[in-house]
């Protein structure tokens, strides 16, 4: 039988969400999710969609830094590759979800064990 580890995935999360998980703001059920999954040490992939001007504010740069250092997975909503979280051109965002493909979470994802 397979299966699969509780990896929990944030698709797209905003500079708000960001600033709650870093710090342990469980207002919400998602973000409630969030903390737990952080102090429980779960991978956890994450897909920024930021604009330029809110990732220039300082708390994004201290944010992004903390909840990497927490085991986040940040995924490009622009390409899918796997690095900082970095932000999106302002105005843009129909484009990128309509070319977002969920394959790029999904291969950050750990493989199944079996029983």
Not at 37 to 42: N, Q, T, V, Y
Not at 57 to 75: D, I, M, R
Request: aromatic share 6%; glycine share 8%; charged share 10%.
């Amino acid at each position: 039988m397979l299966r699969w580890p509780l990896v929990p995935r944030t698709v797209p999360i905003t500079f708000n969400s960001v600033g709650k998980a870093a710090n342990g703001i469980a207002d919400t059920l998602a973000h409630s999710a969030m903390a737990e999954a952080l102090g429980e040490g779960l991978p956890f992939v994450a897909v920024s969609m930021v604009n330029q001007y809110l990732a220039g504010n300082p708390a994004w740069a201290q944010n992004t830094k903390h909840l990497t250092a927490a085991g986040v997975t940040w995924v490009s909503v622009v390409d899918g590759t796997v690095g900082d979280a970095r932000p999106v051109q302002s105005g843009t965002g129909s484009a990128l979800v309509e070319a977002f493909d969920p394959a790029w979470v999904s291969r950050q994802l750990p493989s199944p064990s079996t029983d």
